[in-house]
């Protein structure tokens, strides 16, 4: 049950969500001494997934006029931006100037095509004057960085 303390109920989501996943911390650091490499790892895993996944499981009540959806939607583009940027930086080592091959250039292409949609649905057809928590928003970002840094690990 939400009380008044709590101005728009990210507060009460953000405050049990970090008391979970810092128990869980917290427990990994009191264990550690006694449970191998790969049982520490994860508990890791397990509070970094509680972490990502309780601010969806956790009801509270929420009024979406505290949330700025088109301030939102400005700080997400510029964090896929900042990654695309440092997709593109990364590429560079699957270019060799004594010799050419196609591959390189075809997942350049792609990045670029994947590049100019997200520009035009970011820009067309995301309605930006909304009233959301952004959700929906966040986690498809989310899933962008993940995807990027995935298209360029070696």
């Known amino acids: 049950m939400q009380t008044n303390r709590w101005r728009c109920g990210y507060c009460a989501v953000c ?4 008391t979970i996943v810092a128990s869980i911390y917290l427990l990994i650091i009191i264990l550690a001494w006694w449970l191998t ?7 890791d895993v397990i509070a970094v997934a509680a972490g990502v996944v309780l601010p969806i499981v ?5 009024d979406n006029k505290v949330v700025s959806f088109p301030h939102l939607v400005e700080r997400f583009e510029s964090l896929a931006i900042i990654m695309f940027g440092e997709t593109v930086v990364s590429m560079a080592d699957y270019f060799e100037l004594n010799q050419f091959s196609l591959i390189p250039m075809v997942v350049f292409l ?3 095509m994947l ?24 986690y498809s970002h989310f899933l962008i960085v993940i995807s990027l840094n995935m298209l360029t690990a070696p």
């Open 15 to 18: 405050y049990r969500v970090i």
């Open 110 to 112: 792609s990045v670029m």
């Open 37 to 43: 490499f790969p049982m520490v790892m994860n508990l």
């Open 115 to 138: 590049f100019g949609s997200y520009v035009l649905q970011i820009h067309y057809v995301i309605e930006h004057r909304q009233s959301t928590r952004g959700l929906v928003l966040m």
């Open 58 to 62: 956790i009801k509270v009540d929420f």
